[in-house]
Structure formats: C-alpha cells, structure tokens
C-alpha cells in the first residue's frame, strides 16, 4: 500500500474547500482559505498548506475560529485603513486588506492596513507578491503564537515573527523576500512532527532549553532565531509592529495556530505598499535592474524566492503530494461533523 497519493489541484483544492465548508466554514470564506493553502502547496512551501487543515477543522469545531464571519473595515482616513478579522481566519481578512490597500496607494503614494483578531496567514510572501503585481512595493509583519525565546533565554516569548517584502520589474517576476525570523519556519516543524521524522539539531530547542532533534520536543519547547541576538531583536520589532501597533495579541499571550485549545489566537498583521512612482518618477525600474544585475553578474548567485519560482514552474508538470494518513485524516474529520 503506498503513503503518498498524488493529487491534481482541482482535487487537491476540493479537498480542502469541501472539509472547510463541511466544518462550519462560509463558502466565500472556505473558498480564500482553500486558495491559501493550495498556493503554498504549488510554492513547495507544504507547512502553510494541506497540512494544516486538520488543526484547522478542530479549531472550527471548538470555536476556536469562526468560519462564517465576515471580515470588516473598522476606520478609513487617507492611506491608512484598520480591519477586523473578527476571529475569523486571516485569509479573508488579507484579502480585504489587498484590494483596500492596492486602491489607497495607487491614490495616495503609499499606505497602511492593520488587521486585528486574526489567525494563522500562510506564505506572507503571497500577499506582497499581489502587491507587486499591481505595481507596488510591499512590506508585511505578521506576529504568531510564541515560538522564539528573548535572546538568552529558555522558554519562548516571541512568535516566528514572518516578514516579507516585494518590488515589481517590468520584464520579469516580482522580487518576493519571504523569510520567519525562526532558522525555520515552525511549519516546518510540525510538518515533520506529522511524518515523524527528526529535524536538525540547530532548529530548536526542548522545554529545558536543550538542543532537540526531536520534533514533538521542539513543538512544546522553543524555535532558535535567525542570527542570534540579531534574530531575536528583529522578533520583537514584529511584535511591536504586527501586534502592538494594530491592538493585538503579543505571541505569549496567543493560543496555539496548532490545537484547538483556547480562545481565538487573535494576533495581527502589518501591511504596506508603495507606489514608486511618487518618489522616483520613472526610474524605479531601471534601478531595480542595476542592483539585479549587480547581484547576478557574480558566479553562484540568485535572487531571493528563486526557489519558489522553480517549484511554482515544477508544479505545472506534477500533481501535489499528500500521505495517505494525512487524507484520511482530513476525510475522517470531515465525515464526523456531517
């Protein structure tokens, strides 16, 4: 009997569409949601897809999130815009975010959207990358659950702490930086927890504060930051910008992305775009080049999210893999609220 089953995307996306709207999810919601996670899963980034349906239809069947509430616009003054996720999940709340932030900055040069009582968001770089698409610069801080101890500490107060930055080029794809301020991103992790499969020992650290390849360890102890102390500053200016400035949860006062205990994680997300045009005429592109080059002209380099373009291009020709436990998982869960 083989593990992996190979999915095409419309079976893939049905399958997450139809556990969410079957587990008391909205069908505009179950909809933003199943995009999300089938566009992680084609951008080889499989932490932020398939896999986290089953926590995700537990935390529907606690309450934990509300799967048929509406994202709403709370203030609006100039470029700058505040939204209410309202215990709801992030994706439609993004979404939201995009098409009021694309509309202000394409009128004023630049703004802001805070999102509020949000959830998990996925690739934060997808959402920058819409910006770019439109012709903008994109800055995005989201702040998770705790994940990320202060620098010299043992037990984990910050969250993994995702930010992403984009800039459009005329004549070819969008540079997209996607990077957690963990080593990985903890998706990672858990995904690694499903498969029982250990993970390298720089990755994290157990509830004693001791290096752990073990995964589960890793899930109840603590995430190592990205260039030590350098990572762990950057961390808290995620949480002041992410969770601080848009009345949010910091990471040690969120419940877990990961279980259904608990209220509504109820953290927050930052997003700015920039239209360069307001600032440097027309030449924006032709600087955008220069530096491009600059980096490419040297043997052995790349541009940042390379990778997921290659894995995007990949995924025209493959169909996406799940386990076989994964799928019966997300079918068993689906089954037992019907």
């Known amino acids: 009997m083989t593990n992996t089953l190979h999915l095409d995307k419309k079976e893939a996306w049905d399958l997450a569409f139809n556990a969410l709207q079957n587990n008391l999810t909205s069908k505009e919601n179950a909809k933003d949601v199943a995009d999300a996670l089938i566009s992680a899963e084609i951008d080889g980034q499989p932490g932020h897809g398939l896999s986290r349906l089953p926590s995700y239809i537990e935390q529907l069947s606690s309450g934990k999130v509300d799967g048929n509430v509406n994202p709403t616009i709370v203030s609006s003054k100039g470029g700058v815009i505040r939204i209410d996720a309202k215990h709801g999940f992030a994706f439609p709340a993004l979404s ?96 690694a927890n499903q498969k029982k499969e250990r993970i390298p020992e720089d990755w994290a650290i157990d509830k004693q504060g001791n290096p752990t390849t073990n995964a589960q360890k890793a899930l109840s102890g603590a995430m190592l930051p990205i260039g ?18 848009t009345d949010s949860k910091f990471g040690f006062e969120a419940s877990s992305f990961l279980d259904s205990e608990g209220d509504s994680p109820d953290v927050g997300q930052l997003l700015i775009a920039i239209d360069p045009g307001f600032f440097s005429g027309d030449s924006f592109s032709d600087r955008m080049e220069t530096i491009v080059s600059a980096i490419l002209e040297q043997p ?3 541009l940042p999210g390379t990778k997921r373009l290659e894995k995007r291009k990949k995924s025209k020709e493959k169909n996406i893999a799940i386990s076989k436990q994964l799928f019966d998982e997300i079918n068993k869960l689906t089954e037992s609220i019907l």
């Open 96 to 191: 939201l975010a995009i098409n009021e932030l694309t509309n202000a900055t394409k009128k004023y040069g630049i703004a802001a959207v805070s999102v509020s009582n949000s959830h998990h968001f996925g690739q934060a770089g997808r959402y920058v990358e819409c910006l770019a698409d439109s012709g903008l610069i994109g800055l995005m801080f989201g702040n998770t659950p705790k994940a990320i101890p202060p620098w010299g500490g043992t037990q984990a107060l910050f969250g993994t702490n995702p930010i992403a930055f984009s800039a459009p080029r005329s004549n070819a794809p969008a540079l997209v930086i996607d990077l957690s301020l963990s080593k990985v991103a903890r998706g990672k992790v858990m995904l």
């Open 228 to 245: 030590d102390a350098k990572g762990s500053a950057l961390a808290l200016m995620v949480e002041i910008l992410a969770a601080g400035l």
């Open 300 to 302: 052995s380099t790349r």
